[in-house]
């Protein structure tokens, strides 16, 4: 996605070997219009699919995961990450580890947002280890739900987290996916929409 | 906002004598085009006010915040409940008690994001308490950021959030205001919109 890739030009930071910062326009500070698009061309990658949920993990997921689900037309559910006691009912739960805070935490779902009937598509901001996505997939699984494809917003493609999904069958498309940083700068390899 | 009322009394639970749970379409899965709906009324109640941000927390705030950015063509900000690892700017931060989860937690926005040149309109899912409002204005307050007032989706009028806020001169615009529960029934007030 041309447009999701200049702005990450433009306004992305390199922090280190492996770090990427977007906080001026998805994982803090978050520009709606991007957002939109995005949700466009998602919902296109995936409108012959039957999608019947779009499911994401709080709290960078929800923007790009809310648009896909309005332009689907269906309903967006996301993963929380600690359990309220508001949430009394049964919950479907799995472990993700996450590499950029150096701890597991556990992910729910109320099981009953999530059925056997469900065809749903995964929204996530980033894939780098897959960690995120696989915890996402396990609770559809634990639901009996069939998991359409997993969008991604920004791929790592040098780390391992592709490789997870597609070994599993998994149909995954990334709107921009990184190659590499060389001298503070992005490299990217070719997105997938 | 009759539409909002008519969804809370059809798909709201009320579990006790104070807790509302609007998780089928508010904090867990979302209706994207009941959050469209928000941010339009929302938007409409501001739009001479000349906003520049619109700021929530999350992970609930983001969705009804996200939209009323986007008709107000403005970016969207949401504060953090925890720091990561790759927020290394400095941080404007306040402390919120949940009475939910009966936990203080720090709430932050990178200072970058929020200047005294902003005129700041706060989106929340819920006022009950006003702590989380309360939170989020003492960070554009740190900023030197003028905060034109605070839409709420849901305010629970029987709590003292609503006084807390009015007592500092800051004007509150709810959409939903729940009188209170009466045999598992939800009781409105009339809205502000």
Redesign the interface.
Known sequence: MKELEERIKRDGRV?GSE?L?V???LT??????L??AIGRVFADAFKREKITKVVTI??SG??PA??T??ILGV????A?K?K?????EELLTSEVYSF???VTSQVS??RK?LTSEDNVLIIDDFLANGQAAKGLIELCEQAGAKVAGVGIVIEKSFQTGRALLEDEGMRVVSLARIAGFSNGQVEFAEGDA
Chains 1, 2 share one sequence.
């Open positions: 922090l770090v910062k906080d001026s326009f803090h500070q978050v520009d709606p219009e957002m939109e709080e709290a929800i923007a809310l648009y689900a309005q309903p967006m559910v996301f929380r600690s309220s006691i508001t949430m009394d950029t805070k150096q779902i109320s947002f």
